[in-house]
């Protein structure tokens, strides 16, 4: 009886803490969870946001709608994928549902699923998003359509975000200039593989092509201009020319 009393007690002091909450104060504070990466702690403010609200059409309600998917897509947790299946479905017209779908667009590429990230970064305008995101939209959607051997659509996007300074430029230089190289564009490739010479990534990997274009060429200087060293490379570019 005592411990009913007890349960029943905590029970009912819990709903009337959730009402007195101030909704504006509970929004604002989860938006400086979420900026601050406090994902989990944001959702729990989001969440306790939704439930004081009566008014589900407000633009604040889609948005905390939209803060509690996307935090439980960054704190991992196993329903992300769902929350934000769900969101997207809820609000279609809206601004956020297309960033959400930029998100999801990430996990499924994550995943190798690249047919399925492909076709929501299809619809994903890029002026939705920030500048970092729309090249890394840029970059995956590049990357996608190479994996699944799309080479003509994925060339010109990679040619495009070598371009753009910023986190993918290396990436995408290599890509293009690796499938510039299989389609026998030996000079193209060739510039672009010497500027990542230095490259902490690629410059294991871009003396065996440049080798190989330039003794493919008769450059015999060049190859011997390079040094001993080059022989020894272990990696060595795909032979499979268009």
């Known amino acids: 009886m005592v411990?009913?009393?007890t349960l029943t007690t905590n029970s009912l002091l819990a709903q009337k803490h959730l009402t007195d909450y101030d909704p504006e104060?509970?929004?604002?504070?989860?938006?400086?969870?979420?900026?601050?990466?406090?994902?989990?702690?944001?959702?729990?403010?989001?969440?306790?946001?939704l439930n004081t609200i009566d008014d589900k059409k407000l633009q604040k309600v889609v948005d905390a709608q939209y803060y509690v998917a996307v935090s439980s897509l960054y704190a991992g947790q196993n329903?992300?994928?769902?929350?934000?299946?769900?969101?997207?479905?809820?609000?279609?017209?809206?601004?956020w549902a297309k960033h959400a779908n930029f998100l999801y667009a990430?996990?499924?590429f994550g995943k190798k699923k690249y047919a399925e990230a492909l076709a929501l970064y299809e619809n994903t305008p890029s002026q939705t998003l920030t500048e970092t995101e729309a090249q890394q939209m840029q970059f995956n959607m590049a990357y996608a359509y190479f994996q699944l051997?799309?080479?003509?659509?994925?060339?010109p996007i990679f040619q495009g975000a070598a371009l753009n300074e910023g986190k993918y430029q290396q990436d995408a230089k290599y890509y293009y200039a690796h499938i510039q190289y299989l389609k026998g564009n030996d000079q193209e490739a060739l510039r672009h593989f010497e500027q990542l010479r230095n490259h902490p990534v690629y410059a294991?990997?871009?003396?065996?092509?440049i080798m190989q274009i330039n003794y493919s060429h008769g450059n015999y200087q060049a190859v011997l201009d390079d040094g001993p060293g080059l022989l020894l490379c272990r990696h060595r570019p795909t032979q499979i020319r268009a």
């Open 204 to 209: 294991k990997v871009v003396p065996a092509y």
């Open 3 to 5: 411990l009913l009393l």
């Open 25 to 49: 104060a509970l929004f604002q504070q989860g938006l400086i969870l979420f900026q601050h990466g406090e994902y989990g702690a944001a959702q729990e403010s989001f969440s306790q946001y």
């Open 149 to 155: 051997d799309e080479i003509k659509k994925a060339l």
């Open 106 to 108: 990430n996990v499924l």
């Open 79 to 95: 329903d992300a994928e769902a929350k934000i299946m769900a969101f997207v479905n809820d609000n279609p017209g809206s601004t």
